[in-house]
């Protein structure tokens, strides 16, 4: 067959076309995505992938997802996330399968937050235990694993989740042998009753830490370890006594850890058939447990026992009336805190106490930003232990500054009646405000010159009787005592407070009402001996502690004249409100600087702030200074 010219052409350049056709094709397709290749992230979605696990933000960890996708499980996951679950549990034959172990963990822990409840949550525990620890004869998870923390956390939270009781955060521990529902078994579990008892105290009303924010403290600090942290209230065992809690009060709350080891993970996960042991400890116990043989530390929250204990407290209530009345009583436990001073934790030898001292109309509550740094510094915590004085802020300088001297006397006697505990003879006291003033009467002779005062004849010469002469004795005879090493002066008013007026001394005269243990023996002298007294007009006008610090005080020129025990090393931190202003007229808006100001002090810190300065952060840096320094002297 004959083809035409035309045809023939046509077909010679048919495959010129087809050619070109191809070419056009290539290049179309190469401005398209390829079938596997890459696209950049921004740094938000970058963060996002790195930190994604179902703690984060409920969606699954990128090995989870892994290695539901090796599995082909990733479409039923969503669809039936328990039957996801049980499929890869089937296929976990010894418990040192850390990927799969790790996987329902999280998995677990995931569906039990979306209805799976209780025995989920003490599933991914479980799960997570075993990846943490496999086995004696096996290694710990590398530290560079970046399932490590969130293990840890699903341990933790699982194990809170697990035990949760019915109220909101309320952890519902077992007391003796209990058995507990597993989604593919059960767990017997054992908690000793004994480990309720903390000192005299039974742990009461335990609720998860993690579950409360808190609120009020600039840092809210977490011992990172294992275990569900839980704050524990107390409650006293009648009759109970133990030296070292004698002064705990029972309305703190206290950082419990409770930790579950579990028997031979590696067989008895695969039977289902667990059995475990739990244990409550605080802080003050160990910090730490033993697991095949590794020192493993616990998960404790201070920072959130500590604003436990002042939620709704009423100490709050306690600082006005303890201003205006002079017998207040401020422990309902009186015979156990009659010195008022109370400590923070059971009585450690080998500490040195460290003993805060408030200001007027306040308490030891104001104190709360200090506390919550000293107790959350892994030196300070270890070396110090902190006492609380409280007072009747109302009442003369010296009648509270007796108390104190003799309280600290008295409880360092109590608690080291043979002297053999050195740390006891270091001890250091920071006063706020009028309790700076109280903290510098431990550090003064006073000789009798605040007898002589008031009193024209000596002590001795007073026709009172001696239960009198002694508590007046106690107020107005002040030397240093022994055992204190620092103190610590906050925004002091050595030289008297510019805000108290006459007008406002007057009002309080009138609001203000003094002790019994004062006015008994004064009483006593105005009736049976008024020609003892040197001061005019004293009857009518008992002075109150506004009075004393008045900067026309006889008392405070006096107390102001005395030098400080050499053997005392002193410091002061003072408060500024008007930087800005000229050195004569700086103030914090109660004390001028030049009132706070007192020579021959190791250091002077001028710092930034209104009269609380006790909250101030470079206060409180200062202080912590100032507290290591201690340790090296």
């Given at each position: 067959?004959?083809?035409?010219?035309?045809?023939?052409?046509?077909?010679?350049?048919?495959?010129?076309?087809?050619?070109?056709?191809?070419?056009?094709?290539?290049?179309?397709?190469?401005?398209?995505?390829?079938?596997?290749?890459?696209?950049?992230?921004?740094?938000?979605?970058?963060?996002?992938?790195?930190?994604?696990?179902?703690?984060?933000?409920?969606?699954?960890?990128?090995?989870?997802?892994?290695?539901?996708?090796?599995?082909?499980?990733?479409?039923?996951?969503?669809?039936?996330?328990?039957?996801?679950?049980?499929?890869?549990?089937?296929?976990?034959?010894?418990?040192?399968?850390?990927?799969?172990?790790?996987?329902?963990?999280?998995?677990?822990?995931?569906?039990?937050?979306?209805?799976?409840?209780?025995?989920?949550?003490?599933?991914?525990?479980?799960?997570?235990?075993?990846?943490?620890?496999?086995?004696?004869?096996?290694?710990?998870?590398?530290?560079?694993?970046?399932?490590?923390?969130?293990?840890?956390?699903?341990?933790?939270?699982?194990?809170?989740?697990?035990?949760?009781?019915?109220?909101?955060?309320?952890?519902?521990?077992?007391?003796?042998?209990?058995?507990?529902?597993?989604?593919?078994?059960?767990?017997?579990?054992?908690?000793?009753?004994?480990?309720?008892?903390?000192?005299?105290?039974?742990?009461?009303?335990?609720?998860?830490?993690?579950?409360?924010?808190?609120?009020?403290?600039?840092?809210?600090?977490?011992?990172?370890?294992?275990?569900?942290?839980?704050?524990?209230?107390?409650?006293?065992?009648?009759?109970?006594?133990?030296?070292?809690?004698?002064?705990?009060?029972?309305?703190?709350?206290?950082?419990?850890?409770?930790?579950?080891?579990?028997?031979?993970?590696?067989?008895?996960?695969?039977?289902?058939?667990?059995?475990?042991?739990?244990?409550?400890?605080?802080?003050?116990?160990?910090?730490?447990?033993?697991?095949?043989?590794?020192?493993?530390?616990?998960?404790?929250?201070?920072?959130?026992?500590?604003?436990?204990?002042?939620?709704?407290?009423?100490?709050?209530?306690?600082?006005?009336?303890?201003?205006?009345?002079?017998?207040?009583?401020?422990?309902?436990?009186?015979?156990?805190?009659?010195?008022?001073?109370?400590?923070?934790?059971?009585?450690?030898?080998?500490?040195?106490?460290?003993?805060?001292?408030?200001?007027?109309?306040?308490?030891?509550?104001?104190?709360?930003?200090?506390?919550?740094?000293?107790?959350?510094?892994?030196?300070?915590?270890?070396?110090?232990?902190?006492?609380?004085?409280?007072?009747?802020?109302?009442?003369?300088?010296?009648?509270?500054?007796?108390?104190?001297?003799?309280?600290?006397?008295?409880?360092?006697?109590?608690?080291?009646?043979?002297?053999?505990?050195?740390?006891?003879?270091?001890?250091?006291?920071?006063?706020h405000s009028q309790g700076g003033l109280l903290t510098r009467l431990t550090a003064v002779d006073s000789g009798t010159v605040f007898w002589d005062s008031l009193f024209a004849v000596p002590p001795e010469g007073l026709r009172i009787s001696p239960e009198s002469r002694a508590a007046l004795e106690r107020s107005l005879f002040f030397k240093p005592l022994p055992f204190v090493r620092r103190v610590v002066f906050l925004s002091t008013?050595?030289?008297?407070?510019?805000?108290?007026?006459?007008?406002?001394?007057?009002?309080?005269?009138?609001?203000?009402?003094?002790?019994?243990?004062?006015?008994?023996?004064?009483?006593?002298?105005?009736?049976?001996?008024?020609?003892?007294?040197?001061?005019?007009?004293?009857?009518?006008?008992?002075?109150?502690?506004?009075?004393?610090?008045?900067?026309?005080?006889?008392?405070?020129?006096?107390?102001?004249?005395?030098?400080?025990?050499?053997?005392?090393?002193?410091?002061?931190?003072?408060?500024?409100?008007?930087?800005?202003?000229?050195?004569?007229?700086?103030?914090?808006?109660?004390?001028?600087?030049?009132?706070?100001?007192?020579?021959?002090?190791?250091?002077?810190?001028?710092?930034?702030?209104?009269?609380?300065?006790?909250?101030?952060?470079?206060?409180?840096?200062?202080?912590?200074?100032?507290?290591?320094?201690?340790?090296?002297?």
């Amino acid at each position: 067959m004959r083809l035409s010219g035309e045809a023939c052409i046509a077909s010679a350049h048919r495959p010129l076309f087809t050619l070109w056709l191809l070419a056009a094709v290539v290049l179309l397709l190469a401005g398209c995505a390829t079938p596997v290749g890459v696209r950049p992230l921004d740094r938000a979605d970058t963060n996002r992938r790195l930190t994604e696990n179902v703690l984060a933000n409920e969606s699954l960890s990128a090995p989870t997802q892994q290695l539901l996708n090796r599995a082909g499980l990733t479409e039923q996951q969503r669809r039936d996330p328990a039957a996801a679950i049980a499929a890869l549990r089937a296929g976990v034959p010894l418990a040192g399968a850390a990927d799969r172990l790790f996987a329902l963990a999280e998995l677990s822990f995931l569906h039990a937050g979306q209805g799976g409840g209780r025995p989920h949550y003490l599933a991914a525990a479980v799960y997570a235990y075993a990846f943490l620890f496999p086995g004696t004869d096996a290694g710990l998870p590398s530290p560079f694993d970046p399932r490590l923390t969130t293990a840890v956390l699903l341990y933790n939270q699982g194990l809170a989740g697990g035990l949760a009781g019915s109220e909101p955060n309320a952890v519902d521990l077992p007391t003796g042998a209990a058995t507990l529902s597993l989604p593919f078994g059960e767990l017997s579990v054992r908690l000793d009753p004994e480990e309720f008892r903390w000192g005299p105290f039974t742990l009461v009303r335990c609720t998860a830490a993690a579950g409360l924010e808190v609120r009020g403290l600039r840092n809210d600090y977490r011992w990172p370890g294992l275990g569900a942290a839980m704050v524990a209230s107390l409650r006293h065992i009648p009759g109970a006594e133990v030296s070292e809690y004698t002064l705990v009060p029972s309305v703190l709350k206290v950082p419990v850890t409770a930790f579950l080891r579990i028997d031979n993970i590696g067989e008895t996960l695969v039977s289902g058939r667990l059995r475990g042991e739990m244990t409550l400890t605080t802080p003050q116990e160990t910090p730490e447990v033993r697991v095949n043989g590794h020192r493993v530390p616990l998960d404790f929250r201070p920072t959130t026992a500590l604003a436990s204990t002042l939620e709704g407290s009423q100490v709050y209530d306690l600082e006005l009336k303890g201003l205006l009345s002079g017998d207040l009583q401020l422990f309902k436990q009186s015979a156990r805190f009659k010195d008022n001073v109370f400590l923070m934790a059971p009585f450690r030898p080998g500490r040195i106490p460290l003993v805060l001292v408030h200001g007027t109309a306040s308490s030891p509550a104001r104190w709360a930003e200090v506390l919550n740094e000293i107790l959350n510094d892994p030196v300070l915590r270890q070396r110090y232990q902190v006492w609380l004085f409280t007072y009747n802020t109302g009442n003369p300088v010296f009648y509270s500054g007796g108390l104190l001297a003799q309280g600290l006397r008295n409880i360092v006697h109590q608690l080291d009646p043979d002297g053999r505990d050195p740390a006891l003879r270091r001890m250091v006291i920071i006063g706020h405000s009028q309790g700076g003033l109280l903290t510098r009467l431990t550090a003064v002779d006073s000789g009798t010159v605040f007898w002589d005062s008031l009193f024209a004849v000596p002590p001795e010469g007073l026709r009172i009787s001696p239960e009198s002469r002694a508590a007046l004795e106690r107020s107005l005879f002040f030397k240093p005592l022994p055992f204190v090493r620092r103190v610590v002066f906050l925004s002091t008013p050595h030289g008297g407070s510019f805000l108290i007026s006459t007008w406002v001394s007057n009002l309080l005269q009138r609001l203000i009402t003094l002790p019994f243990a004062l006015l008994s023996p004064l009483e006593e002298i105005f009736d049976q001996d008024p020609s003892a007294l040197r001061v005019a007009g004293m009857k009518e006008r008992i002075p109150r502690s506004t009075d004393n610090m008045s900067p026309n005080s006889t008392f405070i020129r006096t107390l102001g004249s005395l030098p400080l025990s050499p053997a005392v090393t002193a410091h002061s931190i003072i408060a500024v409100a008007n930087p800005e202003a000229p050195r004569e007229r700086w103030d914090d808006g109660v004390v001028s600087y030049q009132s706070a100001h007192i020579p021959g002090v190791a250091s002077e810190l001028v710092v930034h702030s209104a009269h609380s300065s006790q909250d101030n952060p470079a206060a409180i840096e200062e202080i912590r200074r100032i507290l290591i320094d201690n340790l090296t002297d």
